[in-house]
């Protein structure tokens, strides 16, 4: 069963090869237990799905499974039909597939009926906190943006970000609190974590300072624990996690930078967002160049002295709103 699920999601991530399809085809054409382990990933996941959303696959399994049924005693039938009705089959078996598993995501961010959100955004240089209508405290970074809703029929508070925030989730067992950040789903009942994920940053970040959280994407569930740090890279869609000291990564909501073996990159454009400046790293080999450590709470010429001189690097700021960091040529 599970070769199967792999190619399924190979499928759904459109990198199936034929031969992928050919088993797919096959296997629900002649599996007799097909409908029983389909309909039991159903009733696993039923807690998760609303009503309507579960009618709606249940209606679509049945059906795709008569037609395959169907399909199966009209051998005469042409061969353009044949693949069309096994092709509708397939994408509703693969679909339970992944609900049985990690209905979350699906459900949560293509499904759920969310009406009239709370909108909180922040601009260059500025952060803010504020208290969610659940109890929720959110610490919203700068140039961030979340956004809060409640569905009353699923009982589900969830909030899409863009940028960064702390979450001091409202303990309530009863209605789980999902994070949507791009590609990624943070589920939780009541705990504290740190979303990462701004658009022109390669990977989302989540790190847990307490409680558990499950993260998820299309094909793939992770269980973190506290002192844990998920990454999900956004171009070949893979996590990895590692143990990390958590607190490193919420010294932002006191005006602290530190950072953890992170490249020069991505902090400058840390201190870009926070002092409404536009950094440019004019020397292409110091991109990557890792820095692990505090930039203390200086000004950003403080920091930026700190930074380069760990890199052997010089800046040099145009005027208040331009800088360039750049490596010196040693003369001979």
Known sequence: METIKKKIERYLNHEACGSDVRDIRQ??????ALGDWLMAGIEASDARLSA???????GALAKAMC???????DAAAPARRTWSTLRHAVDVAAAIVLIAGIGIFIIFHNETPYQNPLVVSTGLGQRSTVTLPDG?????????????????????????IKGEAYFDVARDPAHPF???????????????FNVKGYADDDNISVVLNDGEVLVSDAVTSISMKPDMMVRYEKSGRKFTSQRV??????????????????RLEDIVKVLARNYKVHLSIVSPELRGEPFTGSLGDGSLADRLQVLTSAAEASFKMQNDTVGYIYKETKSK
């Open 27 to 32: 296997w629900f054409e002649k599996d007799e």
């Open 178 to 192: 999902i994070v949507t950040c791009d590609n990624i789903a943070v589920e939780c009942r009541g705990t504290e």
């Open 136 to 160: 929720t405290r959110v610490a919203v970074n700068a140039m961030s943006e979340i956004a809060y809703r409640f569905d009353e029929t699923t009982g589900v508070r969830g909030v899409d």
């Open 52 to 58: 309507s959303v579960d009618s709606r696959i249940r």
């Open 245 to 262: 000291y958590a607190e490193d990564y919420n010294d932002w909501m006191n005006g602290t930078m530190r950072f953890n073996d992170e």
């Open 67 to 73: 037609e395959s049924a169907a399909t199966q005693k």
